[in-house]
Nanobody
Framework: QVQLVESGGGLVQAGGSLRLSCAAS????????MGWYRQAPGKQRELVAV???????NYEHSVKGRFAISRDNAEHTVYLQMNSLKPEDTAVYYC??????????????WGQGTQVTVSS
């Protein structure tokens, strides 16, 4: 089994910054793509940013230039640096990882979510 544990959410004023972290642990052989999603109240979960195992990145258009995703493969950790935060960034942020486990099966795993609240 694989667990994803997120940290770093909280309350921040508009224009401020937060850094989210997500650490994967368990029976990991390798981790392919890792990403961050968010879900605001009454809305569907949406992709915020994704990073491949070779560090190619892609961002949802509203966060380009403000957010930066990165990863530490040795630590099985993905980060999301969020700058110039806006009230519309308020949501629960979820970490996602495409993991090949020790028995060589691939599965998608999710973290428990961390709340980000941006006040105006």
């Amino acid at each position: 089994q694989v667990q994803l544990v997120e940290s770093g959410g909280g309350l921040v004023q508009a224009g401020g910054s937060l850094r989210l972290s997500c650490a994967a642990s368990g029976s990991i052989f390798s981790i392919n793509a890792m990403g961050w999603y968010r879900q605001a109240p009454g809305k569907q979960r949406e992709l915020v940013a994704v990073i491949s195992s070779s560090n190619f990145t892609n961002y949802e258009h509203s966060v380009k230039g403000r957010f930066a995703i990165s990863r530490d493969n040795a630590e099985h950790t993905v980060y999301l640096q969020m700058n110039s935060l806006k009230p519309e960034d308020t949501a629960v942020y979820y970490c996602n990882a495409d993991v090949t486990t020790s028995d060589l099966y691939k599965n998608d795993y999710w973290g428990q979510g961390t709340q980000v609240t941006v006040s105006s």
